[in-house]
């Protein structure tokens, strides 16, 4: 008696396996660099997702809408803008079908580019809560323990602090590490900000946009005192 064999055609096998492996998952993503968040959200059965960014001089990019098979299809004006989600790992890339996107978006602000899935730590709500941690540490002069809790932030989370950000943390890394009489660890940490911290405060407004002058500058100033304290205290070693 001959067995009977069921063969199942190669070409059928892709439809055994679901799409929904490749789409992207809700969460928090922050864009490589900082600047900008990628929110997705499962709400009554739909995928929605919401864009912010801000780029040169507070310039914003600002859209939502419903994600299908990994694409949102928006009104611009007479147009439609198509935004494109790809996964990358466990990041997501973001693009865009074409000028009509700049809808959604001030004149030097964007929206494309990568996404990423913060590390542990690094979230926004995560990072605010270390920073809270740190003051009341540092408040309580319990240095040594202030700048082990905030230190690993300018590493594991670098990809993605914007740069007001890092340029705080930094100034608070450096001030703590003079309180610990670490100078040489101070200078350091600021060691970025040495050519603007010899400008003069118009010198340094005039390297940026209006809006992003008036927001770094005190970064800055910071650092120049901060630098200061740590230059004089080691001369006087």
Not at 174 to 203: H, M, N, P, V, W
Request: proline share 3%; glycine share 8%.
């Amino acid at each position: 008696m001959k067995k009977t064999i069921l063969l199942f055609p190669f070409f059928f096998l892709p439809t055994l396996f679901s799409a929904d492996s490749e789409s992207i998952q809700p969460g928090e993503y922050i864009a490589d660099g900082g600047g900008g968040t990628l929110t997705v959200r499962k709400e009554k059965g739909k995928t929605l997702f919401e864009i912010n960014t801000i780029g040169a001089n507070f310039h914003t990019c600002g859209l939502s809408g419903e994600v299908k098979n990994n694409r949102a299809r928006l009104e611009a004006m007479d147009k439609e803008c198509v935004v494109t989600f790809t996964k990358k790992g466990r990041d997501v890339d973001v693009a865009q079908s074409g000028e009509e996107c700049r809808y959604y978006c001030g004149a030097r602000a964007a929206f494309e580019g990568l996404y990423l899935e913060p590390t542990a730590g690094c979230s926004e709500a995560a990072r605010s809560k270390t920073r809270k941690r740190f003051k009341e540490l540092y408040d309580k002069k319990k240095y040594a323990d202030a700048l082990k809790d905030l230190a690993p932030l300018l590493k594991t989370c670098a990809r993605t602090l914007g740069w007001i950000d890092t340029g705080w943390i930094k100034n608070d890394i450096a001030i703590t590490q003079y309180k610990l009489g670490d100078l040489t660890g101070c200078r350091e940490t600021l060691s970025s900000f040495a050519s603007e911290a010899a400008q003069s405060d118009d010198e340094v407004r005039n390297n940026y946009p209006p809006s992003d002058a008036e927001t770094w500058l005190p970064v800055v100033k910071a650092a120049r005192y901060n630098l200061g304290l740590c230059s004089k205290a080691q001369k006087k070693k």
